[in-house]
Nanobody, 117 residues
Framework: QVQLVESGGGLVQAGGPLRLSCAASGRLFRINVMGWYRQAPGKQRELVATITSGGSTNYADSVKGRFTISRDNAKNTVYLQMNSLKPEDTAVYYC???????????WGQGTQVTVSS
């Protein structure tokens, strides 16, 4: 089992920054992928950004140039630096952890991000 603990959500004005963190613990995989997904009210959960243990990243088009995903492998922690936030970024943000080679995915409890206009 893998446990994920997220932090850093909150209320921010449009144009402002916010940084999310997600720490993984438990039976971790050497080769893994961590990422952030979000779900707005009435919408499906969508990918925001992912990063592998080797450092390869992937971003949703809607956040490219504004959000940066990074990780500290020594701390088993992934970060999401969000800049130039927009009201449409308002959602519950979830951290995900998985094995690159397949198998189950693990999800955090979610953290609310609210961007006011």
């Amino acid at each position: 089992q893998v446990q994920l603990v997220e932090s850093g959500g909150g209320l921010v004005q449009a144009g402002g920054p916010l940084r999310l963190s997600c720490a993984a613990s438990g039976r971790l995989f050497r080769i893994n992928v961590m990422g952030w997904y979000r779900q707005a009210p009435g919408k499906q959960r969508e990918l925001v950004a992912t990063i592998t243990s080797g450092g390869s990243t992937n971003y949703a088009d809607s956040v490219k140039g504004r959000f940066t995903i990074s990780r500290d492998n020594a701390k088993n922690t992934v970060y999401l630096q969000m800049n130039s936030l927009k009201p449409e970024d308002t959602a519950v943000y979830y951290c995900k952890y998985g094995n690159v080679l397949g198998g189950p995915n693990y999800w955090g409890q979610g953290t609310q991000v609210t961007v006011s206009s």
